[in-house]
């Protein structure tokens, strides 16, 4: 069953909970691996990456609340945003 994503009027705060893995901390303020956010309503993911500027051949999975799903998917108050970067090593 999917979660309906209820959405809180324009011009309103959301608080978003980001988590880094790897490297990726380095290139945010907080240089912390897991921080929230308080971003506006109707905030995509898109936007959240290019907020925490971080490059893109950085990053290789983003996930919303342990799924994977389109970066054009609208955020919702206390979702969980996962931020991956590329693996190598044998």
């Known amino acids: 069953m999917q979660r309906v994503r209820r959405r809180k009027p324009k011009g309103t705060q959301m608080r978003v909970r980001v988590r880094l893995h790897g490297h990726l901390h380095a290139y945010v303020e907080s240089k912390s691996s897991e921080f929230e956010l308080e971003l506006p309503s109707e905030t995509t ?3 959240l990456i290019r907020n925490l500027k971080i490059p893109d051949p950085e990053i ?3 996930s919303l609340n342990g799924n994977r799903v389109p970066l054009s998917t609208v955020l919702s108050d ?4 996962s931020v991956f970067p590329p693996v190598s090593g044998g």
């Open 78 to 81: 206390n979702d969980t945003v």
């Open 60 to 62: 290789w999975i983003v």
């Open 45 to 47: 993911l898109t936007e």
